[in-house]
């Protein structure tokens, strides 16, 4: 089953000579369950698609479809978007965007807490044991390390069991133990918790953690294949 079909999908930006095709006419679809890597030059339109599909972004008027889990993100207003992207998409940040007065776990919970849905506590202490956070239930995110923060980033996307995970560059702004930690967490977040995950990144060793690359240049898919 597909969870995500992207269909003749275009993001302009500029008018006339200076007119940019960020994505240009792209179309793919993502099978729930699969864990794919996007990746591609800076400048390549990868972050442009991936902000598109959280509803982050807009496609241009009447140029594709955005479908998840059955529902065209591009046809809802404002209002609706919001909330779809609340309760369906999970979205993971490089700089993690944490809200600087919440606990580690109210960060974590917060979607939830948005929605004035009761916090499934049992959930949350499985969550933060298998993201190492243990001891920090407490803790703000300046008395963490970047890892950390990211680890708690994660962990906020989980949460609600969205039907799309979405990743972008989550590893740039960490050093390479923490990187291979962050894509560690990743792969246990599709494998054990079933999560559909898009990852856009520019390295290529971190793409091949994942099932499936798509490498993406000048605004289009240019190969599709498993990464192994």
């Known amino acids: ?41 800076s400048g390549s339109g990868k972050s442009t698609l991936l902000h598109m599909i959280g509803g982050v972004d807009r496609p241009d008027k009447k140029q594709g479809s955005i479908e998840i889990a059955g529902e065209d ?24 965007n944490l809200i600087p007065v919440l606990s580690v776990t109210e960060n974590i919970s917060l979607p939830t807490d948005l929605d004035k849905k009761e916090v499934d506590e049992k959930y949350l202490a499985e969550l933060i044991d ?39 560059e989550p590893t740039g702004n960490l050093d390479s133990k923490s990187s291979a930690e962050i894509v560690k967490l990743l792969k246990l977040a599709n494998k054990k918790y079933k999560q559909t995950i898009i990852l856009v990144t520019h390295d290529l060793e971190i793409a091949k953690q994942a099932d499936r690359v798509i490498t993406f240049a000048d605004g289009k898919i240019v190969s599709d294949k498993g990464a192994k």
């Open 73 to 96: 993100i591009c046809k809802l207003n404002d209002n609706k978007l919001a909330i779809f992207r609340r309760q369906r998409i999970g979205i993971i940040y490089q700089f993690y």
């Open 130 to 168: 298998a993201l190492g956070l243990k001891g920090r239930e407490t803790h703000l995110p300046n008395q963490l390390s970047g890892g950390q923060q990211q680890r708690v980033a994660i962990g906020r996307a989980l949460f609600g069991r969205p039907s799309l995970i979405l990743a972008d």
């Open 1 to 41: 089953m597909n969870i995500l079909e992207v269909k003749n999908l275009t993001k302009t930006y500029g008018k006339g000579d200076s007119l940019v095709k960020a994505v240009d006419n792209v179309s793919f679809s993502v099978k729930e369950g699969e864990f794919v890597a996007i990746i591609g030059a």
